[in-house]
Nanobody
Framework: QVQLVESGGGLVQAGGSLRLSCAAS?????MGWFRQAPGKDREFVAA????????YYADAVKGRFTISRDNAKNTGYLQMNSLKPEDTAVYYC????????????????????WGQGTQVTVSS
């Protein structure tokens, strides 16, 4: 069982940036980031292939967020720029325990491991 631990959340003003990290206790394959705002369902944000060469984003964050990973460190990242108040949510990283041929893993049940979440709050 792989453990995922997110860090890097916090309070930032609109237009600012944050970088989230997701440290894995072991090897993972495709990784993804999701978020959940109060009263809303958890939604897909971004995904990356296990080699890190292919990425996929939700329309709401395309052009502002960048997903990446460092497999030597078993760590994934989400760089968030031009943040908006509507980006306020708890952000979760997720990972697959098996290799997949695609990168567009945007469903909750595509992933086997989940972190505990980190709060991101964007003030207007």
């Amino acid at each position: 069982q792989v453990q995922l631990v997110e860090s890097g959340g916090g309070l930032v003003q609109a237009g600012g940036s944050l970088r989230l990290s997701c440290a894995a206790s072991g090897r993972t394959f495709n990784m993804g980031w999701f978020r959940q705002a109060p009263g809303k369902d958890r939604e897909f944000v971004a995904a990356i292939s296990w080699i890190g060469t292919r990425t996929y984003y939700a329309d709401a964050v395309k052009g502002r967020f960048t997903i990446s990973r460092d497999n030597a460190k078993n760590t994934g990242y989400l760089q968030m720029n031009s943040l908006k108040p509507e980006d306020t949510a708890v952000y979760y990283c997720a990972a697959r325990s098996r290799a997949g041929s695609g990168v567009t893993y945007s469903r909750l049940d595509d992933y086997d491991y989940w972190g505990q979440g980190t709060q991101v709050t964007v003030s207007s």
